[in-house]
């Protein structure tokens, strides 16, 4: 059984970090391509970070150079450390796994609120 499981949302004031995570399990996590997304309220998801099964990283403008996307094998993990976090970072945060002709899985979502 496929599953995404992200940790709790969590409440951050502007300016501070936060680190997301997503462990996976029930496929072969090193060979999809993991990505986070978020959504605001009323829009689509958008795609905020993503990893490739080589290591290769690419980001939304938004987030470049203010986020970094990492995974662990060992323990199937995705990791979002995002920096310098503003008001408008303020939304529900999802991860991702793809790959072309096996399909998408995705995690439940966390709200992640940015509030002084």
């Known amino acids: 059984q496929v599953q995404l499981v992200e940790p709790g949302g969590a409440l951050v004031q502007p300016g501070g970090s936060l680190r997301l995570s997503c462990a996976a399990s029930?496929?072969?996590?090193?060979?999809?391509?993991m990505t986070w997304y978020r959504q605001f309220p009323g829009k689509e998801r958008e795609l905020v970070a993503g990893i490739f099964s080589g290591g290769s990283v690419n980001y939304a403008d938004s987030m470049k150079g203010r986020s970094t996307i990492s995974e662990e094998h060992a323990n199937n993990t995705v990791y979002l450390k995002m920096n310098s976090l503003k008001p408008a970072d303020a939304a529900v945060y999802y991860c991702k796994a793809f790959m072309y002709g096996f399909g998408a899985y995705w995690g439940q979502g966390n709200q992640v609120t940015v509030s002084s």
């Open positions: 029930g496929f072969t996590f090193s060979s999809y391509y």
